[in-house]
């Protein structure tokens, strides 16, 4: 029987924002054993990639352990592998932030280890073409890509022998990795994933695994404690060293050299593809779709997407300051971490504090890309988010707001102080009502609201104020206000009215300020209600209290599940212990108030809180020609 060479990899990668106690726990039950009960078999070689966020982590919380890495590194025994520092998808980033992220771990591993790394992972296996000559000019020789991947450009018969691959004459070798959270059937452990490479009688096997799994696969293996688990796993491969020999990527390249070559479609890891096809389609397209499809799945990925490349493109106008053009484009890169843009199996974009990590690092980089000196608050007219319609951007010294022309809505709010986007919750629909959580969307009702309507508020309403496009009217803007108008028409086939709707919005220090004015075209009365949704980012372990014109009520009403009714008041107040993280609405006219949470599912079923949905409503009776108007403030941190 041939000996099978062993490729024996774990790629180790937490986002930004994840959380520290659980991130402490998988250090105790992964990262650590493996490594220490690695060391007690010196014979055993390993491959790894730990993000550049991961390792300064490690760096500031167990230097102990970046130590060990590094003893073991030297004597050669560990091989470790370059990449984007922060992790990102590497088809979802600027070419320039490709090349810089790859640069800046390889730079840290090359200080911190004293060598250069020679091959580079990629993100959930994700690839297009081009990244031949972007990893060969970071000067990587070699990368993985999954054995699916291998099959779809190669073939069944050869998709196991590692391959060159050419972008613009530049060559770079791609090894096919068995990747044990991919494989079909049951989870497998190390020794079985080690065996199914050795019965194939291959020349090379490459077995890649997730750091975080070794936890589920100790529990599953019934042992007292990972460092057992492992210890069991490593004397296996040392008993079987005549059939299995490990040995590291640049070490199998020095004597074999692939002479194949082929050329690899855009492509990623099952789980990622299956977030790129349309919403509701499960089944694998006839054409692979692009990996930018994957950021269209949810509103709140396309938002953040639209916020990166436009923060990018800021950084890009920067000129003469390279020390504040270095340090923004450096928190650029922690806001492109590949997890917080899709519902990746840790959690992902789903998960409040990786979005919010995100958000404030691209808050971060804005932020420096401001000249005090010369910077004024004031609206511009931009297309932010890449729709072909501009949007209307508020820029302030304490808040930053975001104003959609369609449903005239505030779709992003974000304060300087906390650093967060107060509007920030994620909901797994790519477009309509129940994907934009939003804040001032308008909803016209032929009855009044029940108190389950806070759960679903565009279920009956009669109106299109919330879907459809307002106009500008710039002759009524100055460099602090806006005002949008529409036209529609409201009621049923028995009794339909035109209503005009105008919202002129203000800004001021940490305020948002919408003044509504409601006026019948009709040439008949007509009665109806008004709803107004505001969508607020606040969590139940955030808030600390909620009252209504200053009076406390039950905090737990600002998240039910069924929704709830709060009553009637003008000021409505989401008080945090954190004072910069509260939120305040506050109308001109008394209001009925209804209050439910925003939750959204993890693949494994749990809830996430996102945040809480506030809809605010009155009943209005408005004569031919008649007019109704009122003002709403939105403040932060108040």
Wanted: glycine residues 8%; neutral net charge.
């Amino acid at each position: 029987m041939l000996k099978t060479y062993l490729v024996l990899g774990m790629y180790n990668h937490l986002p930004e924002g994840f959380p520290e106690a659980e991130a402490e726990a998988i250090y105790q039950s992964c990262y650590r054993p493996f490594l220490s009960v690695l060391n007690r078999f010196p014979e055993i070689q390993a491959t790894l990639f730990f993000s550049g966020s991961l390792l300064k982590r490690l760096e500031a919380r167990h230097p102990e352990y970046l130590m060990l890495l590094e003893e073991m590194t030297g004597r050669r025994q560990i091989e470790l592998l370059g990449g984007g520092f922060h992790a990102p998808i590497l088809p979802l980033v600027p070419n320039s932030d490709r090349l810089g992220q790859v640069e800046q771990l390889t730079t840290y591993l090359r200080k911190f280890f004293g060598k250069r790394p020679r091959g580079a992972w990629l993100s959930e296996f994700a690839w297009e073409p081009w990244l031949a000559s972007t990893l060969q000019a970071c000067g990587m020789d070699y990368t993985f890509l999954s054995e699916p991947q291998f099959a779809a450009a190669v073939g069944q018969e050869t998709r196991f022998e590692p391959v060159v691959t050419e972008d613009q004459g530049r060559c770079i070798t791609v090894f096919p990795a068995t990747d044990l959270a991919t494989l079909p059937g049951k989870p497998l452990s190390l020794e079985q994933g080690g065996e199914t490479l050795a019965a194939r009688g291959t020349g090379l096997g490459v077995l890649m695994m997730q750091g975080e799994s070794i936890r589920s696969q100790w529990s599953r293996s019934g042992l007292e404690s990972p460092d057992i688990y492992l210890e069991r796993v490593f004397a296996w491969f040392r008993k079987n060293t005549l059939e299995i020999e490990t040995t590291t990527p640049s070490r199998y390249l020095k004597t074999s050299r692939p002479y194949r070559r082929a050329y690899f479609p855009g492509s990623a890891s099952r789980a990622f593809s299956a977030a790129c096809l349309p919403s509701g389609n499960h089944e694998q397209a006839v054409q692979p779709p692009s990996l930018r499809s994957a950021v269209l799945r949810s509103a709140a990925s396309s938002a953040l997407y639209s916020r990166m490349h436009w923060v990018q493109l800021l950084i890009g106008q920067l000129r003469g300051d390279r020390s504040r053009k270095k340090t923004a484009t450096e928190d650029l890169w922690r806001g492109q971490c590949g997890d917080a843009y899709w519902p990746a199996p840790s959690g992902g974009i789903v998960l409040p504090s990786v979005r919010q990590a995100a958000y404030r690092a691209l808050m971060d980089a804005e932020q420096t890309t401001r000249s005090k000196a010369s910077f004024k608050p004031g609206i511009l007219r931009a297309d932010t988010d890449f729709d072909g319609a501009k949007e209307l951007v508020y820029q302030g010294t304490e808040l930053n707001a975001f104003v959609h022309k369609r449903g005239g809505a505030l779709v992003g709010m974000e304060t300087v102080k906390s650093k967060r986007n107060v509007l920030d919750l994620y909901c797994p629909e790519p477009d309509g009502d129940r994907a934009h959580r939003h804040a001032f969307l308008d909803r016209t009702y032929l009855s009044a609201p029940g108190t389950s309507w806070a759960r679903e508020p565009w279920k009956a309403d009669a109106g299109t104020f919330s879907r459809h496009a307002f106009e500008e009217l710039q002759s009524l803007a100055n460099s602090s206000s806006l005002t949008l108008y529409r036209e529609d028409v409201v009621g049923t086939s028995q009794a339909r009215r035109m209503l005009g709707l105008k919202k002129t919005y203000s800004f001021h220090k940490k305020t948002a300020r919408a003044s509504y004015e409601l006026s019948n075209k009709s040439d008949a009365r007509f009665s109806f209600w008004l709803g107004v949704e505001f969508n607020v980012a606040v969590l139940p372990d955030e808030l600390s209290a909620l009252t209504l014109d200053g009076t406390k009520v039950d905090a737990a009403l600002a998240h039910a599940q069924k929704g709830a009714a709060l009553g009637e008041a003008q000021g409505f107040a989401y008080r945090c212990e954190d004072e910069a993280r509260s939120v305040a609405v506050h109308a001109s006219k008394k209001a009925n108030a209804l209050a439910a949470g925003v939750s959204a599912e993890l693949a494994d079923g749990v809830q996430v809180a996102q945040g809480s949905c506030l809809l605010l409503w009155w009943k209005i009776d408005l004569e031919p020609d008649g007019l109704w108007s009122m003002d709403i403030n939105v403040s932060c941190g108040e």
